[in-house]
């Protein structure tokens, strides 16, 4: 790919042939497994991807081994079903023996990965001079989508979409109580597999673009930077959704732009950056806004824990409002001559000079500051 | 054999039992897919360590690209704290990261660093015997098996050293807290050994083969058993087994050496994980069997014990009443008259006196839950054991 700058990226995007079918191909690709991420993010199987997308490369290799020839859909059955193949025996270990998930999906991942390698380095070394290029499944290649690619993406999309509004209740029921499902009577099995398989599936199609080794970030980090936003599932299904698709497209553009990079790595690292400004700004969970609640919440107690004080002192002398010395609050924690300020900017309190006093609507506050906490605590 | 193939072999060998011992912990500790975040995203710190170093085999290039391993530990847990998202979402959500800086600082360099990606995924085990430690001038052996000999004995001077805090903080981990022994510091100690040999034994056998060693063997172990020390020895064995004979696979198909292990590993693990004596799926399968069996035993032997009346003890009626298929309700039948728990007179059942006292020994199990009654049964039923 030649090199070009962002800019003319985006004024090409429209009337190049090839780069519009890589665009819509990983704008197409970021958003089916962003919505299908956010399945297996919630049902807590984000690792699964992971090993699912080690699992198929020795179906590819299989598939190429058999038919000898090149062709994508040929090549992304084979990968099909090894992932099947792979996810079942997970369910496989984790159901009939004590191995714990996390080792399950470990083996599956690191073995198929390597028998796959195998019959890659096996396949290099035969006399064929169709193998090559197979490699480019490891980290993926947007270059080599064609417009066929993108159709078999966007039929597997809106299939993909049809059975999620089919099937969305029944899949928002399984997700946030599976024992409730099934004594609904909803054959829980069935639509744990149908989801499965519909995540296997969405794995496989990015093969190609992203590769076995980073595919499971496609799936992931769309997901977990929507739940940031949102409590509701349509809501965090529909922005994982638009959150890969940008991720694809500015991935896309800057792989392009530049040489000599492949587009999966710029595409997990477009998708992280998203995840990290989730992380930090979003406004419920956030860890900005969470910092600074938690400040505020702390200034807030400390504030109530002065006035408190305040008011433990005004109370033994018959005058509320009688002046007392600042210095005297010297040796209390919640004192800060910025809390002192706050309580005379709520007119809690006044001060002449070194003296300061309670208001009358300070004392009754401090006074229903216990009153409230004890009827709270009943 | 020549001297490259034996040398070859010995690294393989090495490498799988250095990386077997800390597996084992890893996989005991329910954090097998620590090791497959650490083993990508090392990447960043072998490339930076070699911009700094020039030599893949350079100790510092090691340390640094270690170092890494733990950051990715500390980030991801950092991540689990703030609770934003769960446990497994935070691994999957940093190392893609990490592995893909790697990739971007390797391909934006590929004129300068003779590193390839997929030599760092796969490793190149058959070069290994060429590159030569040289101590003033006279040839020591491979860089390599000096690198993982090296590695290989801190790990088990730390594992002699350490042992019994390792065993009790991987089985009761307050236990460890309360006895004084520092759970940060040997998670940590874990972490930094597993990062330590990922970092060594990838050069030699690539990033994915130190995953597959690291939870192959020692998830096929443990299917065989649970003794922590057998379960190191079996792990190791394994490990050393796959080493060779993979490396015999790959010399006889000319193919990747590393694949060729992680394949003979998984060969011997889906052999473990059907034919294992007790855990293995076939077992799993029997007993699971058996049990459905023994509970409609038990439900028959019971019903014959409620009620006294001929017609509801008739053969025939007992197919509709407790409502079985024809072949369990004969399978169930024969199981019975087997073990002379009933007679079968003129198509009526009737309990025998040993099927009596047997049911109400049962009831009585089920009942209270309690093991001494049923201790002299448990000879005969799978239900009871364990």
Known sequence: ?378 | MNNAQIEIQIIASLVSIACAIPGTFLVLRKMAMISDAISHSILPGIVIGFFLTQDLNSPILILFAAFTGIITVVLVEYIQKTGLVKEDTAIGLVFPALFSIGVILIAKNANDVHLDVDAVLLGELAFAPFDRLLILGTDVGPKALWIIGVILFITITLLIAFFKELKVSTFDAGLAASLGFSPAIIHYGLMSVASVTTVGAFDAVGAILVVALMIAPAATAYLLTTDLKKMLALAIGFGVLSAISGYWFAHWLDASIAGSITTMLGLIFLFVYLFAPSKGVIAVLYREKQQRAEVSLLTFLLHLKNHTELEERHVNHLREHINWQRVRAKAVLELALKNNMIVVDKNIVSLTKKGDTFTSKAIDYIITNRDAQIEDMKDDFFLFRG
């Open chain 1, 1 to 378: 790919m030649t090199k070009m700058d962002i800019t003319e990226y985006f004024q090409l995007v429209f009337t190049d042939y090839t780069l519009r079918t890589i665009t819509l191909g990983t704008a197409i690709l970021g958003a089916v497994t962003g919505m299908l991420g956010s399945f297996a993010v919630l049902r807590k199987q984000s690792l699964l991807g992971d090993a699912i997308s080690h699992a198929a490369l020795p179906g590819i290799a299989i598939a190429f081994l058999i038919t000898g020839a090149k062709d994508t859909n040929t090549l992304l059955l084979g990968a099909l079903v090894s992932g099947l193949i792979g996810t079942f025996w997970i369910r496989g270990i984790v159901k009939k023996t004590h191995l714990k998930s996390d080792t399950a999906l470990g083996l599956i991942l690191s073995l198929f990965f390597g028998f796959g390698m195998l019959l890659l380095t096996f396949i290099q070394k035969q006399p064929n001079a169709n193998q090559a290029g197979l490699d480019k499944y490891l980290f993926g290649q947007a270059a080599t989508l064609v417009e066929s690619d993108v159709w078999m993406m966007a039929i597997v999309t809106g299939l993909c979409l049809f059975v999620l509004l089919l099937f969305w209740k029944e899949f928002k029921l399984l997700l946030f109580d599976a024992d409730y499902t099934t004594t609904l009577g909803f054959n829980t099995k069935f639509i744990d597999i149908l989801i499965t398989s519909f995540i296997v599936l969405a794995i496989v199609l990015g093969l190609q673009t992203v590769g076995v080794v980073l595919m499971s970030a496609m799936l992931l980090a769309p997901a977990a930077a929507a739940r940031q936003w949102t409590n509701s599932l349509a809501t965090m299904v529909f922005l994982a959704a638009i959150f890969g698709a940008f991720s694809g497209v500015f991935g896309t553009a800057i792989s392009a732009s530049q040489t000599n990079l492949s587009t999966g790595p710029v595409i997990v690292l477009v998708a992280s950056v998203f995840v990290f400004f989730s992380f930090v700004f979003s406004p419920s969970r956030g860890l900005l806004f969470k910092q600074i609640r938690f400040i505020k919440n702390r200034r807030d107690l400390e504030l109530h824990k002065t006035l408190a004080f305040m008011h433990h002192i005004a109370e033994t002398h018959d005058d509320i409002s009688h002046p007392h010395a600042i210095i005297l609050l010297n040796n209390f924690q919640g004192y800060t001559r910025s809390t002192l300020q706050k309580l005379v900017e709520k007119n809690y309190v006044e001060i002449k000079g070194s003296m300061w006093s309670l208001t009358k609507i300070g004392f009754e506050t401090a006074a229903n500051l216990y009153t409230k906490k004890s009827t709270d605590n009943e």
